[in-house]
């Protein structure tokens, strides 16, 4: 797993100067460790694993929530991380986008919170999802569709949707965070997890574990085919109308052919458009059950904090976990391509398979991708754009689309006018030799290993970045000391490792490739993707 959590956040050259150690205050150890040899005693893995040791707790509670506390007193506020371990890959067949709407319907509020009148709502609901039902069925056939019936039904259903919303108190469960302190409230979605997240006075503790506990166990899909149509924009917005967004989304389609991940993460436009409230019920009560759950707090919170928390979060009811995902995307032994004709700039994308985040060589995947992408120093930069002056941007980052299962080893590249996207992908192929051929010069395996320790202990900086390490390597390893394992993992990178792992990945039969060429509209509407 990479020490920046983003699939495609180059690791940023981080100096431990003043500004950093103020960051970390209250973790000296850490940044003591950062600028001194790990043969250190004071400064070993071991001496910084155990000072966390000391302040985090972890319990598995009976109905198979794992609750993370870590102390950090040093202000009287708290951040939380809910990582639920299902994301779009794991939508149903059919009904891809259906992750990413909790999402959007996180914020809705929960039987308590959001209604005037929940059990007379709950009524109105069931009426919503029986009227949509009706005019999907009709929707749906390909053969004698009753336009007139159509349109009656679909006045039936937008009825049925403006009475239930005479029960909703809009914003309610935002205003009530918001009022009692909160920042930063947000979710995200990826293919791989779905997270939740915002940050608190400590004295506001109780309410928080009420608030999130309650949204867990009782959510309700209130104004679900409102948020529905704001994601149907998010799509039109990130995909339909972004060439790089549809160019992504050919390529995954083209890159992987059994594996989920060749799903836009925002779900297919068709399958987007019809799913329901019904489906996604189904979805959480597979899906959001406590054994698949992780919640880290970090901040002025303490063990004997841990009770009242159980109180909350174990009331949650318990359910199976849910199987582990079977498909496995078989080798690929050809190379593949998408060419798109299209009216917008040029752009080069290439991606090569290689293993999920348990793979032994996954830092040495961080390192290949630090010495082509970190910065001004990095080869692709100096290459692409400072030497030859071809290319605006040129990167390569790994774990792409996820890596909670086998992903993409990315590299990405926008050419300067003139220049065409074959030109990008030569230039990038004679890099790609050159690390397979030559080994890395010293410096710069040097500078990965300290660019690669500084960002895993940045982002222990503050409790928002503290919690979502802990969260996520607790649910991905079963242990969050796991976080810390990756400097001697960084440290143990060699020359070596970088040429072998070049010459087993970066192979012309693994090998997808896209690229957008310019095109008139009409030659563009006429030619499309190829």
Same mark, same amino acid.
């Given at each position: 797993?990479?020490?920046?959590?983003?699939a495609?956040?180059?690791?940023?050259?981080?100096m431990?100067g003043?500004?950093?150690?103020? *960051?970390?205050?209250?973790?000296?150890?850490? *940044?003591?460790?950062?600028?001194a040899?790990a043969?250190? #005693?004071d400064t070993s893995p071991?001496r910084?694993?155990?000072?966390?040791?000391?302040r985090?707790t972890?319990?598995?509670?009976?109905?198979?929530?794992?609750?993370?506390?870590?102390e950090?007193?040093?202000?009287p506020?708290?951040?939380?991380?809910?990582?639920?371990?299902?994301?779009?890959?794991?939508?149903?067949?059919?009904e891809?986008?259906?992750a990413h709407?909790f999402e959007?319907?996180?914020?809705?509020g929960?039987?308590?919170?959001?209604?005037?009148?929940?059990?007379?709502?709950?009524?109105a609901?069931?009426k919503?999802?029986?009227?949509?039902a009706?005019?999907?069925?009709?929707?749906?056939?390909?053969?004698g569709?009753?336009?007139a019936?159509?349109?009656q039904?679909?006045d039936?259903?937008?009825?049925a949707?403006?009475?239930a919303?005479?029960?909703v108190?809009?914003?309610?469960?935002?205003e009530i965070?918001?009022?009692?302190?909160?920042s930063?409230?947000?979710a995200?979605?990826?293919?791989d997890s779905?997270?939740?997240f915002?940050s608190?006075p400590?004295?506001?503790?109780?309410?928080?574990a009420?608030?999130?506990s309650?949204?867990?166990a009782?959510?309700?899909?209130?104004?679900?085919?409102k948020e529905?149509?704001?994601?149907m924009e998010?799509?039109?917005?990130?995909v339909?109308?972004?060439?790089i967004?549809r160019?992504?989304?050919?390529?995954?389609?083209?890159?992987?052919?059994a594996?989920?991940?060749h799903?836009?993460?925002?779900g297919w436009?068709?399958?987007? #458009?019809?799913?329901?409230a019904t489906? =996604?019920?189904?979805?959480?009560?597979k899906?959001?059950?406590? =054994?698949?759950?992780?919640v880290?707090v970090?901040?002025?919170?303490?063990p004997?904090?841990?009770?009242?928390?159980?109180?909350?979060?174990?009331?949650?009811p318990?359910?199976p976990?849910p199987?582990?995902m079977?498909?496995v995307?078989p080798?690929?032994?050809?190379?593949k #391509?998408?060419i798109i004709?299209?009216p917008?700039q040029?752009?080069?994308l290439e991606?090569?398979?290689?293993?999920?985040y348990?793979?032994?060589d996954?830092?040495?995947?961080?390192a290949?991708?630090?010495?082509?992408s970190?910065?001004?120093?990095s080869?692709?930069?100096? #290459?692409?754009v400072?030497d030859q002056?071809i290319?605006?941007?040129?990167e390569?980052?790994?774990?792409?689309?996820?890596?909670k299962?086998?992903?993409?080893?990315?590299?990405?590249?926008?050419p300067n006018?003139?220049?065409?996207?074959?030109e990008m992908?030569?230039?990038i192929h004679?890099?790609?030799e050159?690390?397979k051929?030559?080994?890395?010069s010293?410096?710069?395996? *040097?500078m990965?290993?300290?660019?690669?320790?500084?960002s895993?202990?940045?982002g222990?900086?503050?409790n928002?970045?503290?919690?979502?390490?802990l969260?996520t390597?607790q649910?991905?390893?079963?242990?969050?000391?796991e976080?810390?394992?990756q400097l001697?993992k960084?440290d143990?990178?060699?020359?070596?490792?970088?040429?072998r792992?070049?010459n087993?990945?970066?192979l012309d039969?693994n090998?997808t490739y896209a690229?957008?060429?310019?095109?008139?509209?009409?030659q563009?509407?006429?030619?499309?993707?190829?």
């Amino acid at each position: 797993m990479r020490y920046l959590p983003a699939a495609r956040q180059t690791v940023r050259a981080l100096m431990l100067g003043s500004c950093l150690l103020i *960051a970390l205050e209250g973790l000296a150890p850490a *940044a003591a460790f950062a600028q001194a040899p790990a043969t250190s #005693s004071d400064t070993s893995p071991a001496r910084f694993l155990s000072n966390f040791e000391k302040r985090v707790t972890v319990k598995v509670l009976p109905n198979g929530l794992t609750l993370m506390i870590c102390e950090r007193p040093e202000a009287p506020v708290f951040s939380y991380f809910t990582i639920v371990d299902a994301g779009d890959a794991n939508d149903p067949g059919g009904e891809s986008g259906l992750a990413h709407m909790f999402e959007h319907l996180a914020f809705k509020g929960t039987t308590d919170i959001g209604t005037t009148d929940y059990a007379a709502e709950k009524i109105a609901l069931d009426k919503v999802e029986a009227a949509y039902a009706a005019y999907d069925t009709e929707y749906r056939k390909r053969v004698g569709q009753d336009p007139a019936k159509l349109k009656q039904l679909h006045d039936a259903f937008l009825a049925a949707q403006k009475d239930a919303q005479q029960y909703v108190i809009p914003n309610e469960f935002t205003e009530i965070a918001e009022a009692n302190g909160a920042s930063g409230l947000n979710a995200s979605t990826s293919l791989d997890s779905t997270q939740y997240f915002w940050s608190m006075p400590q004295n506001r503790l109780q309410l928080w574990a009420y608030m999130e506990s309650d949204r867990i166990a009782n959510p309700v899909p209130r104004e679900f085919y409102k948020e529905r149509d704001v994601v149907m924009e998010e799509r039109r917005m990130r995909v339909d109308s972004n060439p790089i967004g549809r160019m992504v989304e050919q390529f995954l389609a083209a890159a992987y052919v059994a594996h989920p991940y060749h799903r836009p993460n925002v779900g297919w436009a068709s399958e987007l #458009s019809q799913i329901t409230a019904t489906e =996604a019920e189904a979805f959480h009560k597979k899906y959001y059950v406590p =054994a698949n759950i992780t919640v880290a707090v970090v901040g002025d919170v303490k063990p004997s904090d841990m009770p009242m928390l159980e109180k909350y979060f174990g009331a949650i009811p318990a359910g199976p976990k849910p199987e582990e995902m079977t498909t496995v995307e078989p080798p690929q032994t050809a190379e593949k #391509s998408v060419i798109i004709k299209d009216p917008s700039q040029p752009l080069y994308l290439e991606g090569y398979h290689r293993p999920d985040y348990r793979d032994p060589d996954d830092a040495v995947y961080d390192a290949i991708q630090d010495i082509f992408s970190n910065g001004r120093t990095s080869r692709l930069y100096r #290459s692409l754009v400072r030497d030859q002056q071809i290319a605006a941007e040129a990167e390569g980052f790994s774990g792409f689309p996820g890596d909670k299962y086998p992903g993409l080893f990315a590299f990405f590249a926008v050419p300067n006018q003139g220049h065409s996207p074959q030109e990008m992908r030569t230039a990038i192929h004679k890099e790609i030799e050159k690390l397979k051929t030559t080994d890395v010069s010293d410096e710069e395996l *040097a500078m990965f290993k300290t660019r690669a320790r500084a960002s895993l202990l940045q982002g222990l900086g503050d409790n928002e970045g503290l919690a979502e390490q802990l969260a996520t390597y607790q649910l991905r390893y079963g242990d969050w000391r796991e976080l810390f394992n990756q400097l001697q993992k960084i440290d143990a990178v060699s020359k070596a490792d970088i040429r072998r792992v070049a010459n087993k990945v970066f192979l012309d039969t693994n090998r997808t490739y896209a690229m957008v060429e310019t095109a008139a509209p009409q030659q563009a509407a006429n030619g499309g993707a190829q």
